[in-house]
């Protein structure tokens, strides 16, 4: 739906306004990449919210005490964990490229250009490190304590908040930067920061690592 609407959206602003806003944004092109890059972070808020609630089974399986009859059956707590972890990094890979894909695939159709297929699917993919580092996060707080395992979700929240209406209550530059979001780069159409990507991909795995090694000093049950 996104590569079939992106098509029109040069319509969308037929405007005196509109056609202010293109010229800044380079042309139709740049206010199409715009909007592309708009629509694809919110592929990121959706597979870290994905990647939350996986994390959360643990939480769940914990309180049922399940957890306590895998480890009767000789399961580890590290294998426990680190499988359920997996899950919800593997799933938001999965969710990114299926987004990325069935959204170029439209673009593409459209432009008949390969591409926009490709910028999109990357557009969808960029968005995976900020996701992995609210995961850690969901790790880190279930870690701690079954009690602080929401973490993941006001985390989420906040990172929500701080990025799409941080910069219209002109919050600090710094308070901005604490969303992982918030360095994700906007693609299609910008440069892509490797720094940035790199930093957060070793955050969301040192918070992961964190967690599971907190996990493996509490009690559980």
């Known amino acids: 739906m996104v590569g079939?609407?992106?098509?029109?959206?040069?319509?969308f602003l037929n405007t005196e306004t509109g056609r202010?806003?293109?010229?800044?944004?380079?042309?139709?092109?740049?206010?199409?990449?715009?909007?592309?890059?708009?629509?694809?972070?919110?592929?990121?808020?959706?597979?870290?919210?994905y990647g939350v609630h996986v994390v959360l089974r643990l939480k769940s399986e914990e309180s049922l005490?399940?957890?306590?009859?895998?480890?009767?059956?000789?399961?580890?707590?590290?294998?426990?964990?680190?499988?359920?972890?997996?899950?919800?990094?593997?799933?938001?890979?999965?969710?990114?490229?299926?987004a990325g894909v069935s959204a170029g695939i439209a673009r593409a159709y459209q432009t008949r250009e390969s591409a926009d297929f490709i910028?999109?699917?990357?557009?969808a993919l960029i968005q995976l490190p900020a996701a992995w580092v609210v995961i850690g996060l969901c790790v880190v707080g279930y870690g701690l304590s079954a009690r602080l395992?929401?973490?993941g979700w006001s985390a989420l929240v906040l990172f929500l908040l701080i990025t799409e209406v941080g910069a219209l209550l002109k919050l600090p530059h710094g308070v901005i930067d604490l969303s992982p979001f918030s360095h994700t780069p906007k693609l299609p159409g910008s440069p892509v920061s490797i720094e940035a990507v790199v930093i957060l991909v070793v955050?969301?795995?040192?918070?992961?690592?964190?967690?599971l090694g907190l996990l493996s000093r509490r009690d559980i049950g």
């Open 203 to 211: 955050t969301g795995a040192s918070l992961v690592a964190l967690g």
């Open 20 to 49: 202010q806003m293109m010229e800044l944004l380079g042309g139709e092109k740049g206010l199409v990449n715009a909007y592309l890059a708009a629509e694809l972070s919110f592929v990121g808020i959706f597979i870290a919210a």
């Open 4 to 11: 079939g609407v992106a098509g029109n959206v040069g319509e």
């Open 119 to 123: 910028a999109i699917l990357g557009g």
């Open 149 to 151: 395992a929401n973490l």
């Open 65 to 98: 005490l399940r957890a306590e009859l895998l480890f009767s059956y000789g399961v580890t707590r590290m294998r426990w964990a680190a499988s359920q972890i997996a899950v919800a990094l593997v799933g938001t890979v999965v969710l990114s490229a299926s």
